[in-house]
């Protein structure tokens, strides 16, 4: 497929055309997720459970999610970044698909599922208790100080089998 700039949101239109005609980065991962030979390689690519698992792993990884996160935050550092960002939010087509998709439950599992996977499932119920009472970031705080006291309790000599979880956190203040 010839790739060219077609993309009149091109940021960087100097880019793309100082490199001989090739384009940008941005303008060139735009013209692959157009491209349905490419979507269907990676659609089958992504179906092979040995690819998803490895892809699983990359993702759980802290030094991978602290890059992107990282990049992220560069990018958004950004004014024209920003406002591309804003812009595209704006646009009722997005802002139907972005509420189509959060309608689905499985996405909105998937979705709290990766932003609580720091929290083990049976202290999930106390997470979302203490959220309400203290807010989202002394919750995390409190619920990985009881972790860590449940996980001692639970490595004391003599303790054969997993515990129930404790709860030494007042949730009446």
């Known amino acids: ?10 940021s960087r239109p100097d880019d793309c055309q100082a490199k001989g005609g090739a384009l940008c980065r941005s303008c060139n991962l735009s013209s692959l997720r157009a491209d349905p030979e490419v979507r269907a390689r990676h659609a089958a ?18 030094e991978v999610r602290a890059r992107k996160s990282a990049a992220m935050k ?11 960002h804003a812009a595209a939010m704006a646009d009722p087509e997005v802002r139907a698909r972005h509420a189509a998709a959060m309608a689905d439950p499985e996405v909105r599992a ?6 609580l996977s720091w929290c083990p499932p049976e202290f ?3 997470y979302r208790v203490l959220v309400k009472k203290v807010g ?7 619920v990985e ?9 639970t490595a004391a000599p003599g303790t054969a089998q997993r515990q129930a979880v404790t709860v ?5 203040p």
Do not use: F, G, W, Y
Request: glycine residues 0%.
């Open 1 to 10: 497929m010839a790739k060219t700039n077609s993309d009149p949101r091109c």
């Open 45 to 62: 690519a992504m179906a092979d459970p040995e690819v998803r698992a490895r892809h699983a792993a990359a993702m759980a990884d802290p």
């Open 74 to 84: 560069a990018a958004m550092a950004d004014p024209e970044v920003r406002a591309r």
């Open 110 to 115: 998937r979705i709290t599922n990766a932003r």
């Open 124 to 126: 999930l119920d106390l």
């Open 136 to 142: 989202a970031k002394d919750a995390r705080q409190l």
């Open 145 to 153: 100080e009881e972790v860590a006291v449940n996980s001692r309790r």
């Open 168 to 172: 030494s956190v007042p949730l009446n």
